[in-house]
């Protein structure tokens, strides 16, 4: 089955610290992957997306996302978060046989200042 | 800036009422997805359509849920008798699918979302 796991499901930093955090997916197929973020009370923004070509990806906010085919990963990384980067973040996988999109369960990112 | 639409923003029924939630996706879009956000059980997929033919509902309530897209410009989700357990925030996203200009794989684009509270 397709599925989308999410390591951390709450990290805590310290402004100015580095993230990482962690993706992992289940899916044969051609593979597109997104991150989208949710601000408090917010609807989901897309940070970045993978299709093809270039693995290292830059998105949005200084976030940038590595697709390693073998491992399965697509892990989010920022090397200095800022207080504004409170949030969910959500990793994504497209299935292109039904064009749904499989959700990990969300991390949910709080950074003090 | 193109932007998917929803409306109400904010809902507060009573039981057993009938609610209505409508929206716009980005111009040009043909896919419509229908999401449910809760605490317990995060994002659960709805429906979707594409070229406004539904092509998956399985991820909701038949008996009392349904999901049209009466045309390009609108979907709607309605819940008939609403529940408390219906409270959410319900969430719409567009799409470029297979088959239009968008090529490539297919991107979502979310709306603001209807807070929805069944008293």
């Known amino acids: 089955a397709q599925s989308v796991s999410q390591h951390n499901h709450h990290v805590i930093l310290s402004e100015a610290a580095s993230l990482e955090l962690g993706c992992n997916y289940s899916y044969g197929g051609t593979v597109n992957l997104f991150w989208y973020v949710q601000y408090p009370g917010q609807h989901l923004q897309l940070l970045l997306k993978y299709f093809s070509g270039d693995p290292l990806v830059k998105g949005i906010k200084g976030f940038e996302a590595e697709f390693i085919k073998s491992k399965f990963s697509f892990n989010l990384r920022k090397p200095s978060v800022q207080w504004s980067d409170t949030a969910e973040y959500f990793c994504?996988?497209?299935?292109?046989?039904?064009?749904?999109?499989?959700f990990g369960q969300g991390t949910t990112l709080q950074v003090k200042p | 800036d193109a932007r998917v639409t929803q409306t109400p923003r904010h809902k507060v029924t009573e039981m057993g009422q009938e609610v209505t939630m409508r929206c716009q996706p980005i111009l040009g879009h043909n896919t419509v997805f229908w999401y449910r956000q809760t605490m317990m059980q995060g994002l659960e997929l709805l429906a979707y359509?594409?070229?406004?033919?539904?092509?998956?509902d399985s991820g909701m309530p038949k008996d009392r849920f349904s999901a049209e897209m009466p045309d390009a410009t609108l979907a709607t989700l309605k819940i008939q008798p609403s529940e408390p357990r219906d409270s959410a925030v319900y969430f719409c996203?567009?799409?470029?699918?297979?088959?239009?200009?968008?090529?490539?794989?297919?991107?979502?684009?979310f709306g603001p979302g209807t807070r929805l509270l069944v008293l």
């Open positions: 359509f594409r070229n406004r033919a539904p092509l998956d």
């Open positions: 994504a996988v497209l299935s292109s046989n039904t064009g749904k999109l499989i």
């Open positions: 996203a567009s799409g470029s699918g297979p088959g239009t200009s968008g090529g490539g794989g297919e991107t979502q684009y």
